[in-house]
């Protein structure tokens, strides 16, 4: 009777333990809204009553800035030869270069060269010093200082070199601490000044204003001076009058044997075909020819073809002559003449000619 009753009292039990029975290897809590946690810290699982894992709803951390300088090195006197410093206390050294001309090159320990850390003029660079305790620079020309101060954390500030990196190689001077020429390398010549007159030559060793003003009078002198008169023209195309002039047409119908006017002469102005076409309704044989007179009848030159009817160039019936397209001279009569039509017979000749008379 007693084992029953012991049995039916553990399973009373049983029941009425929560869904989410507490894990063996966690804390158990009466609320999780009563936890608190350290930043970045590693913690055992935790739980409420119910059975619930309680979780930090934010975690969040901040890195502090380099805190008031520790303690301040002795400066380091720089040489070509380099020279050693016995590093101040702190786990991170600013070392400054405050020369105002050359440029620092530092490495922590007993030896530096010029292959280092370079510290340029005016700004700094910070070292984690680790097991360290000196730190040694060089220069490559003259001498400069480096100061040292110790402390803890990221440094923060700016520096001429570039905020502190001390890899961006760059001088912050205030306006006019340098003279014209005073800052140039290799090829480059110097800003110069306003009052800079311009270069008398165009790749002058002059500074760069002086440069600019002679360019300026340069394009001045272009934009002002008339075209040099000779065979080169802006915009040149061509001399040709059927490129150029406006064009006239004349159109002809003749049976004659000829010569037939199609152009009357214009005093001494010359004649420029710049189309022809010809149309016969029989066998013949056709010429172009110019001359003086009444129809060409003296000083006859042949254009196309020949002066005399017999010898002209060949047609058959219902044949056609072309020649020309119009934007260029195909023929040209000599000065003070008419263009004629010359044919071996009494076709019906027909056509067209584009021409321009001058």
Known sequence: MLRKLILAVGLLCAAW??????????????????????????????????????????????????PTVQSTGTPIAVTTGGVTGTLPTGAVVVASNVGATNGAYCKLGASASTSDQLIPPNSWFAFTVGANTQLTCITSTSTTTVNMVGGSGLPTGSGGGGGGSGGGGAITAASGSYASGALSSGS?????????????????????????????????????????????????????PCNSKIKLNAPF????????????????????????????????KLSFI??????????????????????????????????????????????????????????????????VQQ
């Open 17 to 66: 333990l929560p869904a989410n029975a507490q894990s063996s290897n966690a804390n158990v809590v009466a609320s999780c809204g009563s936890v608190t946690y350290d930043q970045l810290a590693s913690r055992p699982l935790t739980q409420d009553l119910t059975g619930k894992l309680c979780t930090a709803a934010s975690v969040s951390a901040s890195i502090a800035g380099f």
């Open 188 to 240: 480059m010549v110097d800003l110069g000044s306003q009052a800079d007159a311009a270069c008398g030559t165009d790749n002058g060793s002059c500074s760069a204003i002086a440069l600019i003003k002679r360019g300026n009078q340069n394009a001045t002198t272009l934009n002002t001076s008339p075209v040099v008169a000779g065979t080169a023209r802006i915009g040149y195309v061509s001399d040709d």
């Open 253 to 284: 119908s003749t049976s004659s044997g000829g010569p037939v006017s199609l152009i009357a002469l214009s005093g001494s102005t010359v004649i420029y075909v710049c189309s022809i076409s010809a149309i016969t309704d029989t066998a013949i």
């Open 290 to 355: 110019d001359g003086t007179g009444g129809s060409c009848a003296s000083a006859q030159h042949a254009i196309w073809g020949s002066t005399t009817a017999a010898s002209g160039m060949s047609l058959a019936a219902n044949g056609g002559f072309t020649q020309g397209g119009g934007n260029g001279s195909v023929g040209v009569t000599t000065a003070a003449s008419a263009l004629c039509l010359l044919q071996s017979g009494t076709s019906l000749i027909a056509g067209n000619v584009v021409y």
